[in-house]
């Protein structure tokens, strides 16, 4: 199994301890696990510009695309993702922010579906919970079929000394992850996840080539592979939550009658 641990603290602190230690921890289970690390610092990623190419026309429109483009082959390259974040005031990095802005098209156009994650960081004191909440929330839009939590309270500032307590959760945590991408099988998604999904891909109808505001979403979602599914085709879905996603989606090309999101046509930003 290929893993990569992603790194969106500006150091390796305590946030970072901990994603060592899920790495021994598998490497101690999988000696043939292959792990490669990615640190957003050494990136150079400049702030995104939020010009909607991305969304418009493709991201490799983007003005930073070698750099997004080299992240999402990374992420394409791995079964698992550990993503790692310091908390600063409840919230992630601004590293981390700034390469989720980047990748906010793949709200639109999900791709991920086979990745599974584990989402990791410390704190001070309070809100690493939320940290971990919006990223793994950020990821699933994305297609992330699975995304385990990991908040902790380290109570220290890059002094961090893991507690046993602490050390037996990253054990189990590594445990049911491994096990989890080994097996390769794929969740059903939760009903939430389904409704931004279906809303998206009855919106998008509106946006195909032709119309007054075309943009690459109208092609994704009438190509044939995904226009009649409540979800990706790859993933299992049990006959009620097709029908709970079918009901959105039409509810939402009902919706687009009413609704148009324009953009102004011209020289980029």
């Known amino acids: 199994m290929n893993y990569l641990i992603l790194n969106g603290s500006p150091r390796k602190g305590n946030t970072w301890l901990l994603a060592e230690q899920i790495q021994k921890e598998i490497m101690a289970l999988s000696p043939e696990a292959v792990f490669e690390e990615l640190h957003l610092k050494d990136m150079d990623l400049p702030f995104c510009r939020g010009c909607s190419q991305c969304f418009r026309k493709g991201h490799e429109f983007c003005p930073h695309t070698t750099i997004v483009q080299s992240v999402i082959d990374k992420i394409d390259w791995a079964d698992g993702v550990i993503f790692a974040t310091t908390t600063f005031l409840t919230q992630p990095t601004a590293l981390t922010k700034n390469l989720i802005d980047h990748l906010a098209f793949l709200g639109h156009r999900p791709c991920f579906f086979t990745k599974k994650a584990i989402v990791v960081s410390t704190v001070g004191g309070v809100g690493a919970k939320k940290t971990v909440k919006y990223l793994a929330g950020a990821l699933r839009s994305f297609g992330f079929n699975k995304c385990y939590e990991f908040p902790v309270a380290s109570y220290s500032w890059n002094h961090y000394i893991p507690s046993p307590k602490d050390k037996e959760k990253c054990r189990k945590l590594a445990h049911i992850f491994h096990k989890d991408v080994s097996s390769k099988k794929l969740h059903a998604p939760n009903l939430l996840p389904l409704i931004p999904y279906n809303m998206i891909r009855g919106l998008s109808l509106d946006y195909v080539k032709g119309t007054e505001f075309e943009t690459l979403d109208g092609d994704h979602w009438t190509d044939l592979s995904r ?33 148009t999101v324009t953009y102004k046509k011209g020289k980029e930003a």
Do not use: H
């Open 227 to 259: 226009a009649k599914c409540a979800y990706d085709p790859a993933v299992p879905l049990p006959l009620y939550k097709k029908l709970f996603g079918n009901l959105f989606y039409v509810l939402a090309k009902r919706l687009s009658k009413r609704t």
